[in-house]
Nanobody
């Protein structure tokens, strides 16, 4: 059974950091590009970071460029999102996505940036 399980969300103060993890099972993780999306209350889901299968190339939305870093460990079937210099507008549910034409989604983890 295919699963993507996100973890690491929580409450953090502005300027703080969090590291999200997404662990995959049920498919060959190393063959899939991985993406992180987020959806803030009342807004559409937004693609924020992408990493290729071997991790050689990454891309970021302008809203997070320079603050967030996507990475992956194929031996652990896990992708990460390091989030630094967090802002209140980063508050959202964060989802990981595996993509190879066929897509798989996690259920999301909530990140709240507030005093």
């Amino acid at each position: 059974q295919v699963q993507l399980v996100e973890s690491g969300g929580g409450l953090v103060q502005p300027g703080g950091s969090l590291r999200l993890s997404c662990t995959a099972s049920g498919f060959t993780f190393s063959r899939y590009a991985m993406r992180w999306y987020r959806q803030a209350p009342g807004k559409e889901r937004e693609l924020i970071a992408t990493i290729t299968t071997a991790g050689g190339s990454t891309n970021y939305a302008d809203s997070v460029k320079g603050r967030f870093t996507i990475s992956r460990d194929n031996a652990k079937s896990t992708t990460y999102l390091q989030m630094d210099s967090l802002k209140p507008e980063d508050t959202a549910v964060y989802y990981c996505n595996a993509n190879r034409g066929v897509e798989y989604w996690g259920k999301g983890t909530l990140v709240t940036v507030s005093l």
